[in-house]
Each structure stands twice: as C-alpha cells, then as structure tokens.
C-alpha cells in the first residue's frame, strides 16, 4: 500500500450514517421499518440459516484475504475501515464471471463482504478500495438486516428456489426499492474513502461497460455526459414510465445515474465540509472507534 496515498486523505474519526446517508435512502429506509415485525422474521425465519449458508460457501469456495492471503486487497481493506471509523470485516474473494461484490450482515455475528474476481479483474488499486469502502457504507448505514433479506432474494433463489415461493412478491419489489435507495448512501461513503470522485464514478462506468480490455480505453466525461441524455428522457410521461419499468427489478440503480449523483455529491458543501472532520461531541470521543453498533 502507497503510505502517502494513506497520509494525503482525511481520517473521519467519529463519522456517524447520517453525516453522509442519501435523502431517498432515509425516507425508504424509515419506511421499510414500519412493515411490522419484517425485522424479526428475517432473522427467525431465514438470518440464521441463510446466513450460515453463505458462510459455509465462502469458507469452501472461496479465499479469505488477509496479512498472509493477499495482502495487499487486505491493507486496502484496512485503510477504507480506518477512514470510516470502522471495525474490519471479513473479506472473501471468490472465482465468478459475473462482476460483482455484496455484503451479509446480521444481528448477534461479525460481517462479512464478497468480491468476485472477475470485477477485481477490471479496477485499479483505488477502484477496488471504493468497492470495499461501498460495502463498508452497509455496515456504517447499518443496512444489515434489511440488506441481508436483499441478498437472499438474488443470490440464493437460484440455489434454494423455495425461498422465493416465501417471499411475496410484493415485498420483494419493495425490498429491491429500497436496496436501490441504500445503494446512494454507499457509492457516498466509497467517496469519503478514496476521496475523489473520479475514481468511484470510474468503477461505476466499468461497472456498466468495461472489461479487462475495455476499461483503460473507456473516457469518464463521455460516461457523465451520457446522464443528461438520460434526464431529458423525464420529460414525458411516458418517458418517466418507460424510467420506472426498467429499475423496478434492478438491484442497483443505474450506474450513470449514480455517477452523476456522486458528481453532484463532490462538489456540495456537505462533502468538503466532512473531509475537514466530522464533528464530535464529548461522549462521542470516548468511544469514537467504530463499532458494528446494530450486531
């Protein structure tokens, strides 16, 4: 790891969620808690087991990063956990075609994230820390259990196909709601961790057309610009529709529209005035590390 690249950024000691949480991020996530006892069916009925699945696999299939295990993707995991006040995760790399990273996390056990290596295969260095940082962003935001419940929806209705006949549909397209929502507040907090936009708005391009081929030959301002052609498309009626039937499966906003909202992000006084220093109250400095507050 380049230690003045670690010198030169702004350790957030004390950051606290809404220092840096999204608005619509928020707003959804206030309303996903009023579903009355989603919370305690989630880890009763699937958490424990869902959650031990994807454990086990990992163990199994995949290669837990460390000192001793690539260690240079660990010291990144490091930094971005320093940067944003937060206790390290486990990471796991794991052989996959489809780029990709997520994160489980539920009450009463310690984290853990997934990168596929396929995406590690397109990013720089610094591209891969804002990664790690976004899913870091779960963890501080405390999406964990609704995050979880997400998770299972993609990845295991192909494994246990039974688990998608429990979910009614209509949760599931509020749960995918949400999810796009939180993932705002996240490609925020891989902003705070590498500290210049270009580079998380570089993985969001790679993220929608890059390759290991492609990605140096890709141009960043040709990819920003392609959202205010996006935009113009609200200015129908119909154009809004046709907006809301091609995300309302999505996992993920669109990338070029998350680059455009970290462009903005970047340049408001919010931003900057973070990188001077999130301001600590007195019993916030007596416990200023970190912690997994919501486990």
């Known amino acids: 790891m380049n230690k003045n690249m670690e010198l030169s950024k702004q350790l957030l000691l004390g950051l606290k969620a809404n220092d840096f949480r999204h608005p619509i991020d928020l707003e959804s996530t206030n309303s996903l808690k009023q579903l009355p006892g989603l919370d305690i069916a989630v880890r009763s009925l699937l958490g424990s087991v869902a959650e031990e699945f994807f454990y086990l696999n990992n163990i199994a299939a995949s290669v837990l990063v460390g000192e001793k295990q690539l260690p240079d993707l660990h010291n990144l995991l490091l930094e971005a956990c320093r940067i944003l006040d937060l206790e390290p995760p486990q990471l796991y790399i794991q052989q996959n075609p489809v780029p990709n990273a997520y994160t489980f996390a539920m009450r009463g056990k310690k984290p853990f994230m997934v990168m596929h290596t396929s995406l590690i295969e397109m990013l720089t260095p610094a591209e891969i820390q804002a990664v790690i940082a976004h899913e870091l962003g779960h963890l501080k935001c405390e999406h964990g ?100 039937l091609q995300t309302q499966q999505l996992t993920h906003p669109l990338p070029v529209l998350r ?37």
């Open 145 to 244: 259990v609704y995050l979880t419940l997400a998770n299972i929806m993609v990845l295991a209705a192909g494994l246990l196909p039974n688990w998608g006949t429990m979910l009614a549909q209509s949760l599931q397209e509020r749960m995918l709601a949400w999810v796009r929502c939180a993932e705002f507040s996240c490609d925020r907090a891989a902003l705070l961790a590498v500290q210049d936009p270009k580079i998380v708005m570089s993985v969001l391009m790679k993220l929608a057309g890059g390759s290991p081929s492609l990605a140096p030959l890709l141009n960043l301002e040709a990819f920003i610009d392609q959202a205010k052609s996006y935009d113009a498309v609200s200015a129908s009626e119909m154009g809004e529709m046709l907006k809301g």
């Open 259 to 295: 680059a455009r909202e970290i462009d903005r992000w970047a340049s408001s006084p919010d931003y900057h005035n973070l990188l001077k220093g999130p301001k600590i109250g007195y019993n916030d400095k007596v416990n200023a590390k970190g912690e997994w507050r919501n486990w």
